[in-house]
């Protein structure tokens, strides 16, 4: 018998009945196919029967040659009939032979459809120490950590035998500062099984120093965890918007970044080009906002909706503007600072989503054209800019309830044209512009401690560089470094305090808009194509 033919003859009795489509699985679907692993089992079974053949007739040697081959082949066969109802049962299986390979098969299978998995028979089955795997990965297809903390409490109450030893483990892989604030104190600190356990109520006051954390209150010794990171399919879509390249011409284009396979692809396009664009992502929509079209100053505002996959006009702010930048505070999006060609503006407009209407509000203490913007606790911060003589190194900040705002510590170094975002209840600022050249130095400012520090450097210099916050990195979006237009992403990890080049934009371009939308990334269309007016990177 050829191994080919040996394969044949065991992915024959390895067929699974009545195999359905995973989007429709249902209760009857999730019954436990035990039928293909059984018949898994007796293929290996008849496989080392040939084997021992082979051997008394002296040809084992040849066959030895060839037996990984057959492995990987059964492997591949079973990858390819993975269905919720037996990927847990294949990992099983694949443990007992030792294949690793197949293991991570049916891991990622298993994480890809979590839901399903979850709601099948088998789920209450799986060991403690592989439910502990599968709960801690980043891969897990969610749209939220409640649907991992549901699974973990599933399990557990099926499996009180396994509470002593196991219940803390198992719950520590939940992200529980991820959860909403009314979930945390209405449902987790009422379950019985995590009232009396010591450990499991550690963790809720992790969950709950957190939130007061990135409310800018003093916790004492807290420290940041992996719980405290969105997993993959919770952190939202990056959208790289407008700026402009080595053509001169603004661009209308978008890219957005496909987290799981770290690249970037083009979304359908703006109506107007824009170069030192505001962009900020509000209530899973993504809003841009002023700028230069190449001909003149905008005030008008468009928004793009995943739900439609298009961009639609909204009202226009009272005053055109470009180097623009835009913060969210409780409902209301702030559009702060930016410049004409005559001019640094201190002015500052507020958008009310509900009523498509803008209003002023009090204008800054100075004028700030290329700022950068965020809101961080209960104020909204502009930091940096130009206001019409030198780069600035002072930053204030707007308490929406006063309608004031107030100067606070000064950044270690003048910048404008810098990208602002916060992470773990802290402000960045990176790149930017002096007076002379661009920057590559990176600050980060506690409100708590009142103290800028400078951090890790970004590789190379960025000015008019887009920034955002992405599974607990910062990432910095192309720029010009003094001699050419990037389109280098690179991304900040305050644990390490480091840096790292991550996929680049396709187009080279600085004065772009950068913003984290909390969409799917299946959601967003990709056009294949940008704007074709993209000559280089000079």
Not at 27 to 42: L, T, Y
Not at 184 to 201: F, Q, Y
Request: net charge negative; aromatic share 8%; charged share 20%.
């Amino acid at each position: 018998m050829a191994p080919g033919d040996m394969v044949q003859d065991h992915a024959k009795q390895l067929k699974p009945k009545d195999k359905r489509p995973v989007s429709r699985t249902s209760k009857a679907d999730c019954e436990p196919d035990g039928s293909f692993v059984f018949e898994a089992h007796e293929a290996w079974k008849d496989f080392h029967n040939s084997l021992r053949h082979f051997y008394e007739v002296g040809e084992l040697c040849d066959v030895t040659l060839k037996v990984e081959l057959v492995a990987r082949a059964c492997c591949e066969y079973m990858k390819a009939h993975f269905h919720p109802t037996n990927c847990l049962a294949v990992r099983t299986f694949a443990e007992s032979h030792n294949r690793v390979d197949l293991m991570d098969m049916a891991d990622r299978y298993a994480c890809e459809h979590f839901t399903e998995v979850v709601d099948c028979e088998d789920f209450i089955c799986v060991s403690p120490q592989h439910l502990r795997t599968l709960l801690s990965s980043s891969e897990l297809n969610i749209h939220s950590e409640t649907q991992v903390y549901n699974a973990a409490v599933k399990w557990l109450k099926a499996n009180p035998q396994h509470h002593e030893d196991w219940l803390d483990q198992i719950m520590s892989q939940v992200r529980l500062p991820l959860l909403p604030v009314e979930f945390l104190t209405g449902t987790v600190s009422k379950d019985e099984m995590i009232k009396g356990n010591l450990s499991c109520r550690d963790l809720m006051d992790e969950a709950r120093n957190y939130h007061l954390h990135l409310s800018n209150k003093v916790v004492q010794d807290f420290e940041y965890s992996v719980r405290t990171v969105p997993r993959k399919h919770t952190a939202g879509v990056l959208f790289c918007v407008g700026g402009r390249g080595g053509s001169g011409d603004p661009f209308r284009s978008i890219e957005c970044y496909s987290i799981t396979k770290n690249s970037w692809f083009f979304g359908p396009e703006m109506n107007s080009r824009r170069r030192h664009v505001g962009v900020i992502s509000v209530g899973g929509r993504v809003y841009a906002v002023g700028g230069h079209d190449g001909s003149e100053h905008l005030g008008n505002m468009e928004m793009f909706d995943p739900l439609t996959n298009k961009w639609m006009m909204k009202a226009s702010m009272n005053t055109k503007r470009r180097g623009i930048a835009l913060a969210a505070l409780g409902g209301p999006i702030y559009a702060i600072g930016g410049l004409d060609d005559n001019s640094c503006f201190n002015d500052v407009e507020r958008y009310d989503i509900e009523s498509d209407c803008w209003s002023s509000v009090a204008p800054m203490n100075t004028p700030r054209g290329g700022v950068g913007s965020v809101a961080l606790g209960s104020f909204v911060y502009a930091v940096g800019g130009n206001d019409g003589v030198a780069s600035l190194s002072s930053v204030e900040r707007f308490n929406p309830h006063l309608n004031k705002w107030t100067e606070v510590s000064e950044m270690g170094q003048r910048r404008a044209g810098n990208g602002v975002s916060k992470l773990n209840g802290c402000l960045y600022v990176v790149g930017g512009f002096d007076d002379n050249s661009p920057l590559s130095s990176v600050e980060r400012f506690d409100p708590r401690m009142h103290r800028w520090e400078y951090v890790s450097e970004l590789t190379t210099p960025r000015g008019g560089v887009g920034v955002a916050t992405v599974m607990g990195r910062v990432f910095a979006v192309g720029g010009h470094n003094g001699n050419i237009y990037l389109n280098t992403v690179e991304a900040f990890e305050p644990r390490m305090n480091r840096g790292e080049l991550g996929g680049s934009v396709s187009h080279c371009r600085a004065g772009t808009g950068v913003a984290v939308c909390s969409s799917h990334v299946s959601q967003i269309r990709d056009v294949g194509q940008g704007s074709s007016n993209v000559a280089n990177c000079m």
